[in-house]
């Protein structure tokens, strides 16, 4: 059973950054697209950025463009969401989901529904 755990979220002034961190546990196939989500107070819940693990494509959102970098280290099973240039409207709690599967990374981020494992989130609050 594929289990995603986050960490790394907090409370950052505007202009900071913050690094979030996605241990998966339980993978038994390297096909897979996974990426990380936010959900802010009263709003729906968006795909952030995504990489599909099987050729390393990603995809942003525009409004992290240029400000958040998502990457992998295979051999910890994690994926990173480095986020630079924090502005308070990035403040959401934050999800690390997967597929069941290869999955374009645009598609799995703006379709949510291929999104078959969620972790618990974690909040990030960007606030002076």
């Known amino acids: 059973q594929v289990q995603l755990e986050e960490s790394g979220g907090g409370l950052v002034q505007p202009g900071g950054s913050l690094r979030l961190s996605c241990t998966a546990s339980g993978f038994t196939s390297d096909y897979y697209t996974i990426g990380w989500f936010r959900q802010a107070p009263g709003k729906e819940r968006e795909g952030v950025s995504c990489?599909?693990?099987?050729?390393?494509?990603?995809y942003y959102v525009d409004s992290v463009k240029g400000r958040f970098t998502i990457s992998r280290d295979t051999a910890k099973n994690t994926v990173y969401l480095q986020m630079n240039s924090l502005k308070p409207e990035d403040t959401a709690v934050y999800y690390c989901?997967?597929?069941?599967?290869?999955?374009?990374?645009?598609?799995?981020?703006?379709?949510?529904?291929?999104?078959?494992?969620w972790g618990q989130g974690t909040l990030v609050t960007v606030s002076s």
């Open positions: 990489i599909n693990n099987s050729d390393g494509s990603t």
């Open positions: 989901a997967t597929t069941w599967g290869s999955v374009e990374a645009g598609t799995a981020c703006t379709a949510q529904a291929y999104l078959q494992v």
